[in-house]
C-alpha cells in the first residue's frame, strides 16, 4: 500500500480512477490486526488504488473528512467521494470487502 506524502498528493489523487485511502496510525492496536489481510485485499480488488493516511500526520485532512475513529476507509472517484467505511471499531477481512463492494460508480 502507497503511503500518501502530501496534501498536494491527496488532492491530485482524488481526482483519478479508483481510490481508497485507509486512515491508521502506528499506536493503533485495531489498525495492526488488519495490517496482514490489507495485501489480500489490495490484490483482490486490484482495480482499486490503495492508499495509507497517518492519521497524526495528517489530522487536518481527518477533521476535514470526519474521520474521527481508524482503521477507517473512504473511496474517491474522479473528484466525488463514492464510498465511506469510517468508524472507531475493529475490522474484519470480510466487512472491509464488503464495504469496497458497495462502492457505487
Not at 473511496?75 to 472491509?96: L, P
Amino acid at each position: 500500500m502507497q503511503q500518501l506524502q502530501s496534501i498536494d498528493e491527496y488532492k491530485q489523487i482524488i481526482e483519478g480512477e479508483k481510490v481508497i485511502f485507509m486512515f491508521s496510525a502506528d499506536w493503533c492496536p485495531d489498525c495492526r490486526v488488519i495490517e496482514p489481510i490489507l495485501p489480500e485485499l489490495e490484490q483482490e480488488n486490484n482495480d482499486f488504488t490503495f492508499y495509507y493516511v497517518d492519521r497524526d500526520k495528517y489530522i487536518d485532512l481527518c477533521i476535514e473528512l470526519n474521520v474521527f475513529g481508524i482503521p477507517s476507509f473512504i473511496a474517491f472517484h474522479e473528484g466525488k467521494e463514492v464510498g465511506r467505511y469510517v468508524n472507531k471499531e475493529r475490522k474484519t477481512k470480510e466487512q472491509i470487502q464488503d464495504f469496497i463492494n458497495s462502492i457505487s460508480l
